[in-house]
């Protein structure tokens, strides 16, 4: 039987958290940078534990105009105390909440830029593991995100994504170009399905890409976000694929 952690970015100030946590494992949760409050961040705890769904901080750039999806050239002290201060805001709700953080995922321009350098990567990683070494760290599969993680002991959860679109060399389609998002359920679940059975994903240039597929994104800010969720949920649940959180 095929396993797989399905993950949704949530408290970010949308309508749709409530629709989207009975289809999904985990949440990623907003805390407060690139969106959300505290106020969202306590409401989505709650969501998530009503739901018995894990929670994560999703740690962005203090980059609220532009949703935390714009480069910044940070030093690395100031990307550790970045990360550190949003995880441990979420970890002081959990604790308060009476349930526990899980694990942590960056957001937007920070995730992709960790994916590809090792440095940044090592950076958020001890940060993480500064606040708990138990934390489970999700990033791109195949980036050095999972790979710095690991030289430093902590477990990882390689991602891949419902809605994206993938480059020859494993990376996303960036958001800037054409294709990114893939906006028909039947293209997602195609591509979903074949990320799980095959642990391969089609690049928009053709190209077959190898993939690990531990825990696999929803956007939760995407147009269809809700439709594609429970159509994926319920596609995996007929192909007898386990969902559960890593």
């Known amino acids: 039987m095929y396993t797989i952690d399905l993950n949704c970015d949530m408290g970010e100030g949308l309508s749709n958290d409530a629709q989207l946590m009975p289809w999904i494992s985990s949440a990623n949760i907003a805390c407060g940078y690139h969106a959300g409050n505290k106020s969202i961040m306590q409401q989505t705890v709650a969501l998530a534990?009503?739901?018995?769904?894990?929670?994560?901080?999703?740690?962005?750039?203090?980059?609220?105009?532009?949703?935390?999806?714009?480069?910044?050239?940070?030093?690395?002290?100031?990307?550790?105390?970045?990360?550190?201060?949003?995880?441990?805001?979420?970890?002081?709700?959990?604790?308060?909440?009476?349930?526990?953080?899980?694990?942590?995922?960056?957001?937007?321009?920070?995730?992709?830029?960790?994916?590809?350098?090792?440095?940044?990567?090592?950076?958020?990683?001890?940060?993480?593991?500064?606040?708990?070494?138990?934390?489970?760290?999700?990033?791109?599969?195949?980036?050095?995100?999972?790979?710095?993680?690991?030289?430093?002991?902590?477990?990882?959860?390689?991602?891949?994504?419902?809605?994206?679109?993938?480059?020859?060399?494993?990376?996303?389609?960036?958001?800037?170009?054409a294709g990114a998002m893939l906006e028909s359920t039947e293209d997602c679940l195609r591509q979903v399905l074949q990320m799980i059975e095959y642990k391969t994903v089609n690049a928009l240039s053709g190209e077959c890409v190898s993939i690990v597929a531990d825990s696999l994104c929803i956007h939760g800010d995407g147009a269809h976000a809700v439709s594609f969720s429970e159509n994926i949920y319920r596609t995996l649940q007929k192909y007898s694929v386990d969902i559960k959180t890593i």
Not at 70 to 97: G, W
């Open 49 to 177: 534990t009503q739901y018995s769904v894990a929670i994560g901080a999703h740690p962005g750039f203090d980059d609220p105009e532009n949703f935390g999806r714009t480069e910044q050239k940070l030093p690395l002290n100031e990307i550790f105390d970045l990360v550190a201060e949003q995880v441990y805001s979420l970890q002081k709700i959990t604790q308060e909440s009476g349930t526990k953080l899980h694990h942590v995922k960056p957001h937007g321009a920070l995730y992709n830029m960790s994916a590809k350098d090792a440095l940044l990567a090592n950076t958020i990683a001890k940060a993480v593991y500064q606040a708990d070494k138990d934390l489970v760290l999700y990033g791109l599969s195949g980036s050095c995100s999972i790979s710095e993680a690991k030289k430093i002991g902590l477990t990882t959860a390689s991602e891949v994504f419902a809605d994206r679109t993938y480059q020859a060399d494993g990376s996303l389609t960036p958001r800037t170009k």
